[in-house]
């Protein structure tokens, strides 16, 4: 059963232009999302996350919105640029969970094509 | 800070040896995970610990996996005897809220 999804496994976008991953969760209980940024031979590194208290976060290029009622969150990156190419990885959390412990998507493998 | 710290960096080893992978947290967190990624299964969680307690092994595939964590700057996991299936990369991650800190991973190949 997985829990939380992210349905593409890739996505190419042009330089400039605006980057959408998305996510979609089945536990109604998590209720802090998180994004993580791997690229190649490196763990994953944190980029941005929100609170189910919340809607929306933004952090520069990065914004993260959230929609309770339709388990569903996104990513946005704008303007795209080379250096955001990696695979992007949503994961969410829970105190029924634990709180401390992560559920991750499969990942998204993100292409900024010049 | 020198982040979570991971060694090896790479590990070959035939079927049926014990293999030892290792971290060493960020000073002053006090949760530390291990994962498993591959292809099929993605990043699983399979062990953490808070405080140097493990919490939840759920995620621990068999009885051949096991993970300690003696003091707050040291963690192991070990697979003793080791499968070809095993073949993946571990990583460890450390910490203090939400936020995980992750480590460079270990690639380990088992022949």
């Known amino acids: 059963d997985q829990q939380v999804k992210q349905n593409s496994p890739s996505l190419s976008v042009q330089e400039g232009r605006i980057s959408i991953l998305n996510c979609d969760y089945t536990?109604?209980?998590?209720?802090?999302f998180l994004w993580y940024k791997k690229y190649p031979a490196e763990g994953p590194t944190f980029l941005i996350s929100?609170?189910?208290?919340?809607d929306k976060n933004e952090d520069g290029r990065f914004t993260v919105f959230l929609n309770k009622s339709a388990k569903h969150l996104s990513l946005h990156i704008v303007p795209s640029q080379p250096g955001d190419s990696a695979v992007y990885f949503c994961?969410?959390?829970?105190?029924?969970?634990?709180?401390?412990?992560?559920?991750f998507g499969q990942g998204t493998r993100l292409t900024i094509n010049p | 800070d020198a982040g979570v710290i991971q060694s090896p960096r790479h590990e070959v080893t035939e079927m049926g040896q014990e293999v030892t992978l290792r971290c060493k947290p960020i000073?002053?967190?006090?949760?530390l995970f291990w994962y498993r990624q591959t292809m099929m299964r993605g990043l699983e969680l399979l062990i953490y610990?808070?405080?140097?307690?493990?919490?939840?092994d759920s995620g621990m595939p068999e009885d051949r996996f096991s993970a300690k964590m003696p003091n707050a700057s040291f963690s192991t996991l070990k697979i003793q005897p080791s499968e070809p299936r095993d073949s993946a990369v571990y990583f460890c991650?450390?910490?203090?809220?939400?936020?995980?800190?992750f480590g460079p991973g270990t690639r380990l190949t088992v022949t």
């Open positions: 929100i609170s189910s208290i919340k």
């Open positions: 610990f808070n405080n140097n307690v493990p919490i939840d």
């Open positions: 536990n109604s209980m998590f209720d802090y």
């Open positions: 994961a969410a959390s829970g105190l029924l969970q634990g709180a401390q412990k992560l559920v």
């Open positions: 991650a450390s910490s203090l809220a939400n936020e995980q800190y």
């Open positions: 000073s002053g967190h006090d949760y």
